[in-house]
DNA sequence: TCGGCCCAGTTAATCGATTGAATTCGTGTC
DNA sequence: GACACGAATTCAATCGATTAACTGGGCCGA
């Protein structure tokens, strides 16, 4: 069917073990020969079997993509980026959705690792560790958590490597202190925040910060209503919803993800509330439309384009058997206008 | 490293070969074996490696993606459901991102398929007929074309199995016709389209139906102003800047494209013109966030998931050796609030 | 009792590229 | 003239799973 050496090494008069020789650069063949065996090789528009080099090579020059949903534009955009990083080094990238599933996510890793079909894996974590991750670690396979890291409590011996494990995240402390700050001073005392799951490192994480953030500024913490979603559209509007049927609900809602933003923002409109004349809406994440959006979106925005970088570097670096540090890259309150007073304070 | 056949063997006292047909439900083993064989194996975590089974089946159960950019909400989604379909069947896939460059597109082409890293790859073509494709299918790789026909002009005793590829696509005629009745009826006569790229089947298929629709309402064609761009956001911007240039600029606009309304958007809000009181703006593809766009987008949706679908359908039958044939699934106008009586109509 | 047959399993070749060890050949040296 | 040496190339084993062809043994019928 397709070339093989075979088929070079014939034209040219040479063994196979030469072709492969010339073709990989080896100093042990004539420049005559390399010459040659490369003319022919292009002629006849050869490509190696990636197979039958991975099985003798040990490896496969793909790494693997697990994110929770390609869909989430913020997922998509690292994606994007992350693919065209990898493809300029001539790496593959095998894209995977866990759907925030960790059973589905640890079937990925699982084939994706065990069997070996890639170098290594990026993951967003779906929840906290699990059998899959923990595998994976016990393998010692070459892995980075994007965007966020996952506990090591209960887990005995191994977080050694746990701790070893790379991960990319955005850090969005300093920009949910401005976003305290900002809500605070418009004026807002009631503010819901509509979490990640409470089971997740992340959402605890984000929501610590958050209400630290808060009660830094001075706001008592029962002020504060949370309410967790789960990454999804849908969960955003749930979520809203419930803190609307609260007494005394809040005035201002701050989202701990892009997709439930834009889901808070739909149940906040369809309860006929508008932003930021009734309430203000704070998202995390950005794309390049939020600001077409009724009302343009204030964000915590994450740096997509570097999260993908170092992520490739973590990657490189583990696949050259060094041992990377942990990366966190700041994330940036993008103030647009979705954020007022509270309506109070206009009676 | 990871567990092997022979590990198993080993363990269970018995031959590779009897592994193999025993994990495979071969009936040439005795239903005693075969148990022992699948116990020890699934506690050892045996996963085969893919490398070697590749090697010696010749497949890979990997499918290539080319899309020109994931981050494009419609080619993300895309990418989501059919990886999603893929995986349910045991299926990677592979993403790649040609960025609309033919020759990136066609980098991955030669990669993929005559390196046989994937069994068969779903493209979405940046451009027309080009020597990958040509390559591609020569060597009767197995490939479906989404989103976007090509043209098999020029090419000679090619177009037998060019006509042979099946094509996944969604068929916007009368959604257009519809666009085009919505905004004459609403008493539009100069109407601007901001085109894909003339260069491409897909645009200039787009272009003509848009066009037949409005003259087919009794527009004269040189009411028509088409400028073209290039599937980008940014693109999407110029060209309604080039438009409202015009002396006489149009009173409605319609984009080819969901990243280039997007632009759209951006362009007119930022000339001052409020949709859809000054201008009124109709775009291509939809996403959840479309009806919280200032104001709600009215688009020709497509329908990615049974596009998906179809697509993976398509994939499969070629898989099996059949000639799936070429599938049109019928977009629907999403009627919002950016189409609105042209200005003059006010007055 | 012997040949044929089937069942359960094994042997060994194979897929295509890589690479350490072996080989060939020409040249230089004593 | 024998030998060592280095450069260029070839040999052959290897990666792990699959499968056609083969083997051994139990059973049946003649």
């Given at each position: 069917m397709a070339v093989r050496m075979r088929d070079i090494a014939r034209l040219a008069g040479v063994s196979e073990a030469t072709v492969s020789l010339a073709l990989s650069g080896n100093?042990?063949?004539s420049e005559a020969t390399r010459r040659r065996v490369i003319a022919i090789a292009d002629e006849l528009g050869y490509r190696p079997n990636a197979a039958a080099r991975s099985l003798r090579?040990?490896?496969?020059r793909a790494l693997g993509l697990v994110v929770?949903?390609?869909?989430n534009p913020f997922f998509a955009e690292l994606a994007g980026r992350i693919e065209r990083i990898a493809a300029a080094q001539g790496y593959s990238v095998v894209l995977c959705n866990s759907d925030e599933d960790a059973a589905r996510q640890d079937g990925y890793l699982s084939r994706l690792l065990a069997g070996s079909e890639v170098d290594g894996v990026m993951l967003v974590p779906?929840?906290?560790?699990t059998p899959g991750i923990l595998a994976a670690g016990a393998a010692r396979a070459r892995m980075v958590l994007l965007d966020r890291p996952i506990a090591a409590d209960?887990?005995?011996?191994?977080s050694e490597w746990l701790r070893a494990i790379p991960v990319v995240r955005g850090s969005g402390a300093a920009a949910l202190g401005e976003v305290a700050e900002l809500l605070i001073g418009l004026g807002h005392r009631r503010i819901g925040i509509i979490a990640l799951?409470?089971?997740t490192q992340i959402g605890r994480e984000r929501h610590d910060m958050m209400l630290g953030a808060l009660t830094g500024q001075g706001?008592?913490?029962?002020a504060v209503e949370v309410v967790s979603g789960d990454f999804r559209q849908h969960s955003g509007e749930l979520a809203v919803e419930r803190l609307l049927a609260?007494?005394?609900?809040?005035?201002a809602y701050v989202a701990a993800d892009g997709l439930m933003a834009i889901g808070a923002m739909k149940a906040l409109r369809r309860a006929?509330?508008?932003?930021?004349?009734?309430v203000s809406l704070v998202g995390y994440d950005d794309a390049p439309w939020f600001d077409l959006l009724d009302p343009p979106l204030t964000t915590v925005a994450q740096p997509v384009v570097e999260l993908a970088e170092a992520a490739m570097r973590s990657m490189y670096a583990l696949l050259a058997g060094e041992t990377p540090p942990t990366t966190a890259l700041t994330c940036q309150l993008?103030?647009?206008?979705?954020?007022?007073?509270?309506?109070d304070a206009h009676s």
């Open positions: 100093s042990r063949v090579t040990d490896s496969t929770s949903d390609v869909a779906a929840g906290g560790m209960g887990v005995g011996g191994v799951p409470q089971t706001l008592a913490a029962s609260s007494p005394n609900p809040p005035t006929g509330l508008r932003i930021p004349r009734d993008v103030r647009r206008s979705s954020c007022g007073p509270p309506p």
